[in-house]
């Protein structure tokens, strides 16, 4: 867990396309914002 103000560290993720997205290649933008939903379509 990091702190809120803390830079996060790159990584990739696949997006709903089944692309490879890094997080780096957003670098120099203004805002960027990540969202993680860790319990959507799990099966329950």
Same mark, same amino acid.
């Given at each position: 867990?990091?702190?809120?103000?803390?830079?996060?560290?790159?990584?990739?993720?696949?997006?709903?396309?089944?692309? #490879?997205?890094?997080?780096?290649?957003?670098?120099? #933008?203004?805002?960027?914002?990540?969202?993680?939903?860790?319990?959507?379509?799990?099966?329950?």
């Amino acid at each position: 867990m990091i702190s809120p103000g803390t830079p996060a560290p790159n990584f990739t993720l696949g997006d709903h396309f089944g692309r #490879r997205i890094e997080l780096a290649s957003f670098r120099g #933008r203004k805002h960027v914002m990540l969202v993680f939903y860790p319990l959507d379509f799990t099966p329950t």
